[in-house]
């Protein structure tokens, strides 16, 4: 008779959720997500629906389902469509089924499933909302006013999130604090209103912290033939990410004195092995931190631990991507650039080791006013111009000199774990705390100048250096920060290619982060 297996996969999760800089759209779009994968489609599928029998993921914008029937099937593909459509308006959404005959066939199904869903998604979807050339548009969207919420006028969407946030709007706070809990929300209390005022501090910089696990795709290509193991360890994966942010949080708890409706960060995605907050910009890379260094231990042990044995890992590792943004920068485009730093890191850490990816972190502070991509912020802003090498070549009768090596102030990534070549995050931290001590004060404007003129005059930039180990002491921080760290990559033409690296730009913007004070 065949079994059916269902997937759904929302698309523009990001564009959805940080449609605004309102915090409380930020979270009740986040609430969406979450009820579109769970509660909606519990609901479409109705009395038959068996989560223990069933379902094999059901989190992070993503469903796959097993029905009995072929009935059972195309209600849900009927309705849920527009179930999503009524509870998320503007998400982009896609769906597919394949059948199959037995347990033995399922690993097939999902990879048959998943190619599926990739054609799904490029096809184009009509979207509801656009409405007609005259009607009212909303001021901070541009879309057409359907509500009006406490005098401000709102399109669906966002009239979608505020109710989500009104009713919900706790329950990823609780998650991102304490896991699954049994008290209720009379126990956690926070601002019906969130404002973006509680994430800064002593200045306005903010961070969008990114995290997302590596070799997913190893494991699920080895637990996925099997639907138990796979949904098991779906769930286990869940929990184990749920469980890191917890002690992440109460890092921060610790060092901070905050009070519950003061907090200062705000979950957006926690699921699967994904991680995205918005928190002050100093405690973003200690977060980040133990985050990591927590997913790798909770991944490491018990059942999940031993369902990663069979796919011949020890446990899951993570990378991440931090953008400091200004607050009131575009949040959309500060998570775009964090989605991008955790992909630059993911890229130098499987170059190490394609199986047993190492954890590490990228981040950038944002000081121009837009961004079109972090490789084009990379060639403009810390990628230093090569010597001109003509002179030497007439000086040489016409004879090729030494190409000079490419020079970057883009130090990262920094690993959780010693790698050679690169400083951990403990490397970065012990530097920025050097280099905020008293008598290091003359050290860095004597920096920033030396920096300057790596852009302008090379020349002019190794005088400055040699100036300043004259009349400065701390020779090793100094050599720390400006000496050339070589790593030899392989271009696009498969040729080894030597660039030199420099920590002093990531050590005086991290430093800025951390003490600027511009707030009273």
């Not at 347990?103 to 009509?126: H, I, Y």
């Not at 280099?435 to 290091?440: Q, R």
Request: net charge neutral.
């Amino acid at each position: 008779m065949g079994k059916y297996l269902y997937g759904a996969s929302v698309q523009g999760i990001q564009s959805f959720i940080f449609q605004t800089n309102q915090l409380n759209d930020i979270s009740g779009a986040s609430e969406l997500v979450e009820n579109i994968c769970t509660k909606k489609f519990k609901e479409t599928v109705g009395d038959g629906f068996n989560e223990k029998s069933n379902a094999v993921i059901m989190a992070a914008g993503n469903v796959k389902y097993v029905f009995d029937t072929r009935e059972q099937c195309q209600h849900v593909v009927r309705n849920f469509p527009r179930m999503v459509q009524e509870c998320a308006p503007g998400i982009t959404f896609s769906q597919a089924v394949v059948k199959f005959d037995d347990e033995k066939s399922f690993g097939k199904a999902v990879d048959e499933l998943e190619k599926k869903l990739k054609t799904q998604r490029n096809l184009p979807q009509t979207p509801l909302e656009v409405g007609m050339l005259g009607c009212k548009r909303a001021a901070k969207t541009g879309m057409p006013v359907v509500k009006i919420w406490n005098g401000e006028e709102l399109d669906a969407a966002t009239y979608a999130k505020r109710v989500a946030r009104k009713e919900c709007g706790n329950r990823l706070y609780i998650k991102s604090m304490v896991g699954e809990t049994n008290k209720g929300e009379n126990d956690f209390k926070f601002k019906e209103e969130l404002n973006i005022k509680d994430l800064t501090g002593k200045n306005d910089w903010i961070a969008i912290v990114h995290i997302d696990g590596n070799g997913l795709g190893t494991v699920v290509q080895k637990l996925g033939k099997e639907r138990e193991k796979f949904r098991e360890f779906s769930y286990l994966l869940d929990q184990a990410t749920t469980k890191a942010a917890n002690k992440a949080f109460e890092t921060i708890k610790a060092q901070e004195n905050f009070s519950l409706d003061k907090l200062p960060f705000s979950p957006v995605v926690l699921g699967g092995d994904d991680l995205t907050v918005i928190i002050r910009g100093d405690l973003a890379m200690p977060y980040a931190q133990k985050f990591i260094e927590h997913f790798e231990e909770e991944t490491s042990k018990g059942k999940l631990g031993g369902l990663l044995k069979e796919a011949n890992l020890c446990g899951l590792t993570a990378c991440g991507g931090i953008a400091y943004i200004k607050a009131s920068f575009p949040f959309y485009y500060g998570y775009k650039l964090a989605e991008e730093l955790c992909h630059a890191a993911k890229t130098d850490a499987k170059a190490k080791d394609k199986l047993n990816v190492p954890s590490c972190l990228m981040f950038h502070k944002v000081q121009d006013s837009f961004i079109l991509s972090y490789k084009d912020i990379k060639e403009r802003e810390l990628e230093l111009k090569p010597k001109d090498n003509s002179k030497d070549k007439a000086a040489n009768n016409g004879q090729n000199t030494p190409a000079t090596p490419k020079k970057t102030l883009c130090f990262g990534p920094y690993y959780l774990d010693e790698q050679v070549g690169y400083k951990t995050i403990n490397d970065l931290e012990r530097m920025v705390k050097e280099l905020g001590k008293a008598e290091n004060e003359g050290l860095k404007t004597g920096v920033r100048q030396w920096l300057s003129l790596m852009h302008e005059n090379e020349e002019a930039a190794k005088q400055r250096l040699e100036r300043l180990y004259n009349i400065r002491n701390n020779h090793a921080l100094l050599e720390e920060l400006t000496s050339a760290h070589k790593r030899t990559v392989i271009d696009s033409e498969g040729k080894e290619k030597e660039i030199e690296h420099y920590a002093a730009y990531d050590v005086l913007a991290y430093y800025t982060i951390n003490n600027q004070q511009t707030n009273d």
